[in-house]
């Protein structure tokens, strides 16, 4: 069973940056698509972002395109989600996701649609 653990939240100031991080416990595991996902309080968990494994393909959340970034280090097994000028509204858990599966032309933006979850780390932005 493939443990994916998050990292880097906390409390930051309205405009800050934070850079979470996403790190796979099994060393040879290939996640086709690595996503990121966030659930504020009283919300419905939403999609943030996703990337492919070469990289090439990105999608992000109308929200947050051209404040945050998606990568990944292959060799190392981990994803990243760059944060930066973040705002009051990105306060939420923050989820990684990983698929297993093939990918079809369009990144999978759908929870269903991945196959192993971390367990969250918080992000709160403050005035």
């Known amino acids: 069973q493939v443990q994916l653990v998050e990292s880097g939240g906390g409390l930051v100031q309205a405009g800050g940056s934070l850079r979470l991080s996403c790190a796979a416990s099994?060393?040879?595991?290939?996640?086709?698509?690595m996503g990121w996902f966030r659930q504020a309080p009283g919300k419905e968990r939403e999609f943030v972002a996703a990337?492919?494994?070469?990289?090439?393909?990105?999608a992000y959340a109308g929200s947050v395109k051209g404040r945050f970034t998606i990568s990944r280090d292959n060799a190392k097994n981990t994803g990243y989600l760059q944060m930066n000028s973040l705002k009051l509204e990105d306060t939420a858990v923050y989820y990684c996701?990983?698929?297993?599966?093939?990918?079809?032309?369009?990144?999978?933006?759908?929870?269903?649609?991945?196959?192993?979850w971390g367990q969250g780390t918080q992000v709160t932005v403050a005035s």
């Open positions: 996701a990983a698929s297993a599966g093939v990918i079809g032309p369009q990144l999978p933006r759908r929870g269903y649609e991945y196959d192993y």
């Open positions: 099994e060393r040879t595991f290939r996640s086709n698509a």
């Open positions: 990337i492919s494994w070469s990289g090439i393909s990105i």
